[in-house]
């Protein structure tokens, strides 16, 4: 099969289209006949070779992706709720061998049916960016309806699905992004909205049940700006799992007797599957993004890192309807 193969961490010239063979599936994993996968922020760090964590769990060669949409080719012995044939979404083992290629085998664990509402392409920029939003506010964030959250950076793709997310249940929605976002952040149910670049969002909010920071800013000083904002027994949730909290930060919570939470992603089934349903119905809507074929992934990354684009970029790997 043709998959896109990194042997060393660096520009995205190292990506090669190589021809490997067709992975076999474990007992408890499922071969996925790959029509379309998403990229994210992660792949570039992978690529890069810019997170020592990530780095020296990985034995490269290695396929990048993890994010895909597809079929199911075949199915482990100990495998059950899915069949050959289903469409499926999901995220597999990160990070390991991933779905920038024509099959992934995968934790069955961490695929659902794809929503019957949307293509492969769409379904494909769903899963990763989705489920980081999903863990930070209800499992880490316990955000409940009625409540107030602060979504820092909720234009980006996992801002936009937490913002839906929030309004999906109830929930009153400040988000902070730059203004030429506004019109999609209030088409998508945002409440209220903050210009990072010319209002400061702790003069403006008070009062807040969670603050979920998905903003690539790392600084704690503005995680402190942030407790500011929050009620007393307020939740800081973090996505930035790789930059710590500090001492400072921690004295702050104390004082407000609120607590932070870096928020690591989880892939699992039964969410996928809430998320798929919320799709269906239409109270969460995928922002399309543009479409690269597998061979072009070396453009699509390039693209991505001049940050000129709006949307999810997709790896199409093959043809669909």
Not at 24 to 43: F, H, M, R, T
Not at 123 to 128: F, M, Q, V, Y
Request: glycine share 8%; charged share 25%.
């Amino acid at each position: 099969m043709k998959a896109i193969r990194i042997s060393e961490f660096g520009l995205p010239k190292v990506m090669e289209l190589k021809e490997i063979d067709r992975p076999v599936p474990e007992s408890d994993e499922i071969l996925v006949k790959v029509y379309a996968s998403g990229i994210n922020p992660v792949d570039l760090v992978v690529r890069a070779g810019s997170n020592a964590a990530l780095s020296y769990n990985l034995n490269l060669p290695i396929t990048l992706g993890w994010d895909t949409a597809g079929v199911i080719e075949e199915l482990g012995d100990e495998v059950t709720g899915f069949q050959k044939g289903d469409a499926v979404y999901g995220v597999p083992n990160f990070p390991g061998e991933g779905s920038y290629a024509e099959y992934v085998a995968a934790k069955a664990s961490r695929f659902a049916l794809k929503p019957s509402n949307i293509c492969f392409n769409d379904a494909a920029g769903i899963p990763l960016a989705a489920l980081t939003a999903w863990t930070a506010m209800f499992e880490f964030g316990k955000l409940k309806m009625g409540q107030r959250i602060l979504i820092q950076g909720a234009s980006g793709s996992v801002g936009g699905f937490a913002v839906q997310f929030a309004k999906s249940i109830g929930a009153y929605v400040i988000g902070t992004a730059s203004a030429d976002s506004f019109d999609y952040l209030r088409q998508i149910g945002a409440d209220e909205l903050i210009d990072y670049k010319t209002q400061k969002f702790e003069d403006l909010v008070k009062e807040v049940d969670v603050v979920l920071e998905v903003s690539s800013v790392r600084d704690n000083n503005e995680r402190i700006k942030s407790v500011q904002v929050l009620k007393y027994n307020g939740i800081l949730v973090s996505v930035n799992t790789d930059f710590a909290f500090n001492d400072e930060l921690i004295q702050a919570l104390n004082i407000k007797n609120c607590k932070a939470e870096l928020s690591a992603n989880q892939a699992r089934t039964e969410w996928l599957e809430e998320i798929g349903k919320l799709i269906e119905s239409g109270k969460v809507k995928v922002l399309q993004g543009k479409i690269f074929a597998l061979r072009d992934a070396v453009e699509a990354h390039k693209l991505m890192e001049s940050k000129s684009v709006k949307g999810k970029l997709i790896l199409q790997v093959r043809e669909q309807n």
